[in-house]
């Protein structure tokens, strides 16, 4: 698919996904209202505030110092910050979308897939425009030089809950575009990958996202990712940020429990696992050309759905409630670790692209030689 087709769902899906997010930031005001908390209950007012705020243009009660002499300028900081927020949702999803179009077409046999790759990118999207847009919204409150990167950490980690869904159905619109772009072309080719090498290099892939979902997650090696980095000065503490961006979850537990709860708890980071192999075996036969950006993209997309998977496990299984409060708690939980799936599902994209040339060039290399052994017998 060329890009000039490409890049018309790809900015399609990018002013769906801001629009979205602008109408759910703007919906925050709502909550604020006469007879909203009596309406829909405290505890639920305050979890969509903590979900719809990070995405409101309008500044919230205490968010700012604007009561200073210079509160005009925190104002401006923090409009440029939102400008700044949902400029990057839009060029991130469009840039990445425009990638995963090309090369995980919406046709058929493919639809689900794109629509699963789009969904999960959508929320990359999300979580990178609030990490570059973080250091003028921390500016903007005054505080901009105490204790920076926590706050970084703090901010980043904001605003996922609702990405979930908009991506969702942002996901679902670019595909339904691309349908309408593909609707009179040929069917686009699939990659040519002997089973073996892709299993080859689904597992080493999947073996470099378990560095981090087993290693550097377990309690004890955590700790001391966290708190091995301290200081003083501007950039102190930088735990909580290399926490985010390094671990796909944390445990050492559950514990005081039987080995069938302990079980159940760790099989959710099995099904982490499994989701991503499943996706690096069997993406290089669902590109239409195996590269290290689409294979790096689209394996960032593999873990943020493991992810989703495997928070959807612990809350059905593990946790089993059913009230309107362990809803709420289980819904704030969603996007978690989406940080940390950008460097590790890049990396493990990139293990996996060179793996396959690697061993794909392997596997080639004798049939000459068998050729040439043939030519010579026959002289």
Not at 142 to 158: E, K, M, W
Not at 196 to 213: L, P, W
Not at 273 to 280: P, T
Request: net charge positive.
């Amino acid at each position: 698919m060329e890009y000039r087709h490409a890049a018309v769902p790809a900015v399609a899906g990018g002013l769906m996904l801001t629009l979205l997010l602008w109408w759910a930031g703007a919906s925050a005001d709502a909550l604020d209202l006469d007879g909203a908390t009596g309406a829909l209950g405290i505890e639920t007012v305050n979890a969509l505030r903590s979900w719809l705020n990070p995405w409101a243009y309008d500044p919230q009660p205490g968010a700012s110092v604007a009561v200073t002499a210079d509160g005009a300028s925190y104002l401006a900081l923090h409009d440029t910050a939102m400008q700044i927020r949902f400029v990057a949702v839009f060029l991130v999803y469009a840039a990445g979308s425009l990638l995963l179009v090309r090369r995980l077409p919406a046709e058929r046999g493919r639809v689900w897939q794109a629509v699963l790759a789009l969904w999960a990118w959508g929320v990359v999207a999300g979580t990178l425009a609030v990490t570059v847009s973080a250091p003028w919204m921390i500016a903007s409150g005054g505080r901009g030089s105490y204790r920076f990167l926590p706050q970084l950490a703090a901010l980043a980690s904001t605003g996922r809950t609702v990405l979930v869904p908009l991506a969702l159905a942002a996901a679902v619109w670019t595909v339904f575009v691309t349908r309408l772009a593909l609707k009179n072309a040929d069917p686009l080719p699939r990659g040519d990958i002997p089973a073996r090498t892709a299993v080859v290099a689904a597992t080493i892939g999947t073996a470099v996202v378990a560095v981090s979902v087993v290693v550097l997650s377990y309690q004890a090696n955590a700790a001391r990712i966290q708190t091995v980095f301290t200081g003083g000065g501007f950039l102190s503490e930088p735990g909580d940020l290399l926490r985010q961006w390094l671990l796909l979850g944390a445990w050492s537990g559950p514990s005081g429990v039987g080995l069938w709860d302990w079980l159940l708890v760790r099989f959710g980071d099995v099904l982490l696992l499994a989701v991503v192999w499943c996706a690096l075996r069997w993406l290089p036969g669902m590109l239409t050309r195996v590269s290290v950006p689409a294979m790096a993209a689209c394996t960032v997309c593999a873990v943020v759905l493991g992810l989703l998977v495997r928070h959807l496990w612990r809350v059905t299984v593990v946790d089993g409630g059913t009230t309107s409060w362990h809803l709420l708690q289980a819904a704030s939980g969603l996007g978690e670790g989406t940080s940390a799936a950008v460097p590790w599902g890049t990396l493990a994209g990139v293990t996996a692209t060179v793996v396959l040339r690697v061993t794909g060039r392997g596997a080639e290399a004798p049939a000459p030689a068998a050729a040439a052994g043939g030519a010579g017998s026959g002289g």
